[in-house]
């Protein structure tokens, strides 16, 4: 068994891919086969990802649905776009029958509209199709969008017993099993039930006397953000959802949720970094232009901003070019300071601790921008002062910092906070947004305080 | 039973504050017993965490150990590092004792050196404290660091009723079994066994004909990163750790991968916005400015390079003052297009759907950056022909935009690329550094192809 029982170390290297797609090409199905049996599906999935789309679709084809199901819900959403297009209705609808409600639900919805229903229609097991239809009513984004109608339930009025032998007729189709749960005769939930505990009560005791009547559920309708939250908060690895009348729906495990929590970081991480969100490293490129492009140009529109600004202030470049020569650094460290507070912001928000009222918040920014300020002003106090020998102009420049500084803080403390009492995510607000605005802010704020400094 | 049976929508307020606040200043202690008995440990946690120390250590001291050490587990770490300075070190034994290994060890390991021998040496338990002396040697960021000592194992040469009656015994202190892991004489793990499998079984079987002989493990020097990456792509809820020899050490839960995950991107997120990692906005003014001011002196330092750029083609002032005016927007776009390049990149290589040559990835960089760059630039073409009526500065300025955006580009792929390949963190290629540095490049390369097309 020793074989068996290695480290997970899979590392996919270009003889394996190469050794697949000879495999494939001199279409050796035996060899294939016996090949990819070693592998975990995940594993699998990572192997078609590096071949083009024929070959992708030959090797789902060939393999059994049962494993195939899986690999497909492991691609990634191109490829598996891509592979879908290959299979029929039929086939598709054969790996839905493998699927797990939640996993299917996902996949349909994928499809292009009138694909789906010709999809749906191909699937035999008509309660599968019932809960899969049921589940595609719901918001992506809510516990029904993420939920699953695979669970093992038991009526309170039963016995130990009972429970145990209904649950392995149940637990056949569900994964993980987690939780028992405890519903009444209308199907309400009632309370949970461990698999320890039905291991360890006396075999004719009833579900009632042995039954936890607490257990957290939440609203098919609760945004899936608020449910990973929950989930976390509470250290739940399941969680099951209930309508308006606490009718037991489905449940909701904690492997989605690391899904769920993963898309959010890089959500706000791509935000942050002004690319919309969703690309990868391995799209084409006119889909990462797509997803550039526009936080570049509104860069541009910023930078425009600022010329034209400067064009304003053209009578002090006689006598005061070296002002000039610094509104890059302005506009530098207002863009660095309003990303700063705007993060910091929008994290907390996401962490649900930023507590307290606004004015604090600016308050405390406030004075954090200032020391900040201060501290980089003097040194740009005595480079300038070195470096051009005229004090006023040293000065000038430098007390602009601070003020620019304390403003960028400001605004990128406020914005975020102001978009999300508005309901808007207030991720937007970090990266070109806050860049944008605060460069024209801090270059035109820059030659006022000059001006009034140097009395120009 | 219906109260019970409430979504969870713990939400703090003021009121709520106030009232606890109120019962412990008049120390209150039967109505504050009741009062928080209602709450799970987690919302106690958030309660305490808006108290002032000598509240809220009041409350821990009050309440049970057994509710408070899970209290105490939830707490953010810099309210838990102040309650625990005012317990005594028989105290903070006694919450460890009712801890599981793997949350006592971490909690341990926040106290000054000093103080973890002195509660270690109140540790009654001693296989608990072996346990914890043996976590607490591993490096926090591995899977030595991750694991808990609380699992259930079973000796394969067991049979069943052996099995079931064991697991309970060993059940009592693992919170959830999720499996079962079956081991030889020596400790070496061999397979697992699922509840549900030992739910099915005949009683009188052997362990060694039921089990599972494959399981995924991970070496217990594993990084905690990849620990992650193997747990999430496996979809695994528990992972076992082992020694060089394959001996059962102990266990990893998907709850403590969440966490992993969560730091990660939060610690990513803070690079990309040039805040040294681990601050939270509620963090006082001086931690805040240590972990921003380091960047923005890195700006700071950029943008005095810049200016002493600038300086030297002060020449051009008189006949092409315009120039100067888009500088701003030249070392913009500059860090704008250098961040989202990077932030693919670092994306891309933290989910490890980065393959393929580096060239490759420059070639399709500068291709993207051209692309981005044209359409850009020709914008700006347009606006300062029209807006100084001058062709040759308008062609000047565009063409330098172009070739920017194209270095930028390719510093921002290079650079993460690079670093990974010598194993730095390529997160702290994106934000403040890549900015700075592609504002210095930026403005010295614009310039000279101005001088170039203008013939200067």
Known sequence: MEENNDNIQFQISDELIEKVEHLIDSRKDEDILEFLIEF????????????NVEQATYVIKLLDSEKTS??????????????LQN???????????????????????????????????QIIDEEHKAEIEELLAYDENTAGGLMAKELVSVNENWTVTQCVKEMRAQAENVTRVHSIYVVDDNEKL????SLKDLLVANPRAHITSVYIPKVDSVHVNEEAEDVARIMQKYDLEAIPVVDDNYKLLGRITIDDIVDVIKEEAEKDYQLAAGITQGVEAD?????????RLPWLFLGLIGGVGAALIMGDFEHMLKDYAVLFFFT?????????????????????????????SVNNRLIKEMLLAALNGIILATFLFLFVWIYKNDIYTAL??????????????LIGTFVPLFLDKRGIDPAIATGPFITTSNDIFGILIYFWIAKLILHI
Chains 1, 2 share one sequence.
């Open 40 to 51: 975990h599906y995940a594993d699998v999935a990572e192997i078609l990802e590096e071949l």
């Open 70 to 83: 899986d690999i497909l819900v492991e691609l990634d959403d191109d490829t598996r776009e891509k592979i």
């Open 87 to 121: 299979l029929s209705a039929k086939e598709i609808a054969e790996e839905i029958e493998e699927l797990d409600t939640d996993d299917a639900a996902d996949m349909i919805s994928e499809l292009p509209d009138e694909r789906q229903e010709a999809v749906i229609s």
């Open 190 to 193: 009632l309370g949970r039930l």
């Open 283 to 291: 799209d084409s490129i006119i889909e990462l232009t797509r997803a």
């Open 328 to 356: 890059p650094l302005i506009a530098a460290m207002a863009g660095n300071v309003g990303v700063q507070s705007s993060a910091i912001i929008v994290q907390g928000l996401a962490n649900d601790d930023v507590r307290g």
């Open 396 to 409: 000038a420049i430098s007390v602009s910092l601070v003020i620019v500084i304390i403003v960028a803080g």
